[in-house]
């Protein structure tokens, strides 16, 4: 079993930046995708970014330009940096790991992300 542990959320102000960690432990197929996704109160859970084990990545349009994924693929971590933070970025935040082939997927616990201004 894969377990996943993000770290890094917190609160901040308008216009400001936090960085995400997440690293992922257990057995773990080389070829993967690894991303976050975001959910905030009564909204659905949302594609923020995603990275393969080859370093492609994939960016949902309203943090496109501000937003910067990337991941250590020895070391399975993967890592989401977020500039010019809005209030509309404020959610928790999952990493996730699906294995080549689609399944399995594995979640996160999900860490904080507060914007305010």
């Known amino acids: 079993q894969v377990q996943l542990v993000e770290s890094g959320g917190g609160l901040v102000q308008a216009g400001g930046s936090l960085r995400l960690s997440c690293a992922a432990s257990?057995?773990?197929?080389?070829?993967?995708?690894m991303g976050w996704h975001r959910q905030a109160p009564g909204k659905q859970r949302e594609l923020v970014a995603q990275i393969t084990s080859g370093g492609r990545t994939n960016y949902a349009n309203s943090v496109k330009g501000r937003f910067t994924i990337s991941r250590d693929s020895a070391k399975n971590t993967v890592y989401l940096q977020m500039n010019s933070l809005k209030s509309e970025d404020t959610a928790v935040y999952y990493c996730n790991l699906v294995s080549q082939g689609g399944f399995p997927n594995y979640w996160g616990q999900g860490t904080q992300v507060t914007v305010s201004s």
């Open positions: 257990g057995s773990i197929f080389a070829t993967n995708v």
